[in-house]
């Protein structure tokens, strides 16, 4: 899994989740409507990436509740459903902080049953900047492709919407997310030397960004 804790210049959420938003958000020449909703439903070959909202808690609770997906990351399993189910639920109408910077989270689920099987997160700076992509995958859905589809469509969806990069940490030694971004797109940039505490332990980090590329000349 992606870490998620850390912050390197960042965000918030939008008016509503599922909602659209007003105003126009411009940094170094670069704009996003926020009346385009950045934190809409995203639909790959096999997911439904789509808003999380408090009533999300309870048909993710229990993949959320498996002590083995927080190996490399720093947050711990939710402490009961009704914890869960406010934070989500808070979250849901939570504006734009001070900065103007915005929260984006989606829970993901495949298509062809309706089973959750995750959840994405990003934030978005005033400088159309993603910070802090994330994701987490069940137990039972590792290996079979899932993490890898659900972030390159979220990257795709963001990049849409004017978001011109966006930066994920991943613990040194988290090889399996390090795969994941690699084949989303990100490139490893730097290691930052005891970035993060987990369970009292420090450890580095290895941040990875995905760019726009730029337009041919």
């Known amino acids: 899994?992606?870490?998620?804790?850390?912050?390197?210049?960042?965000?918030?959420?939008?008016?509503?989740?599922?909602?659209?938003?007003?105003?126009?958000?411009?940094?170094?020449?670069?704009?996003?409507?926020?009346?385009?909703?950045?934190?809409?439903?995203?639909?790959?070959?096999?997911?439904?990436?789509?808003?999380?909202?408090?009533?999300?808690?309870?048909?993710?609770?229990?993949?959320?509740?498996?002590?083995?997906?927080?190996?490399?990351?720093s947050s711990l399993p939710p402490a009961s459903l009704e914890l869960l189910q406010q934070r989500w639920s808070a979250a849901e109408n939570r504006g734009a902080n001070s900065e103007g910077e915005i929260d984006l989270n989606w829970a993901v689920r495949r298509s062809s049953d309706g089973c959750y099987i995750g959840k994405l997160d990003a934030e978005v700076a005033r400088n159309n900047v993603a910070t802090n992509v994330g994701y987490i995958v069940f137990l039972p859905f590792w290996n079979q492709g899932y993490a890898t589809e659900a972030l390159r469509a979220v990257a795709s969806h963001l990049e849409r919407q004017g978001v011109v990069e966006q930066r994920a940490l991943v613990t040194l030694g988290n090889d399996a997310s390090a795969r994941v971004l690699t084949k989303a797109g990100f490139v490893r940039t730097r290691v930052i030397p005891d970035n993060d505490t987990i369970r009292g332990e420090k450890y580095d980090d290895v941040e990875y960004v995905r760019k726009v590329a730029a337009a041919p000349a």
């Open 1 to 73: 899994m992606v870490n998620r804790a850390r912050r390197a210049e960042c965000p918030s959420e939008g008016t509503r989740l599922g909602g659209s938003r007003s105003g126009t958000c411009r940094a170094e020449g670069h704009a996003i409507d926020w009346t385009v909703t950045l934190n809409d439903l995203i639909t790959s070959e096999r997911l439904l990436i789509e808003p999380l909202l408090g009533s999300h808690a309870e048909l993710l609770f229990e993949g959320m509740s498996e002590p083995r997906i927080y190996r490399w990351i």
